[in-house]
């Protein structure tokens, strides 16, 4: 074996340390995140109380995908929808048009321009109603989260199966 030879080996098991380091650190946030959002959902159903529970409260509306995760070479990301990303848009927009017109007119929102707004539950799976309390809403929040750390550890996982084959090949 040559001298380079050798010091490439060695960069690629020191990257692939690092990146064994970011995915045992990936995995303990993810493991945290998912403990959180248990115990939110814990006190959410204390909250509401057993009776809220029966078969017949169950939603039975049909689950629709709320997440798209896009491969490219082994890198995995989340797809934004257009709906979503317009929505964030107009959203800017409109705050910064209220705004303004508040401190110009001082007129408030007019209700039919929310009404004919998107509802922002269609096609949630929402087990404790749409006025969720506050711990089922942070327990969303949490599992959207977990979703970009699962996307994240599966990246890092991917790398490192590449770097494993580029040490194996050599």
Sequence with gaps: MTVQSIK????LYLEKMELTDKFVTLHEKLQNELSLASLCISKAKTTHGISLFSVNSFDSHDLEPSVRIDVDD???????EPEEEETKTEKENTDEGEDNQKKDSGKSEDVEDSEAKKSPFA???????VLESTAAKDARKIYKNAIQTIVDLVSTQQSIISK???LTDN
């Excluded at 490439?8 to 960069?11: G, H, I, Q, S």
């Excluded at 082994?74 to 797809?79: D, H, L, R």
């Design 164 to 166: 494993t084959q580029e």
């Design 123 to 129: 096609g949630q799976f929402r087990p404790f109603g």
């Design 8 to 11: 490439r080996k060695n960069e």
């Design 74 to 80: 082994g890198k995995f990301t989340i797809v934004k």
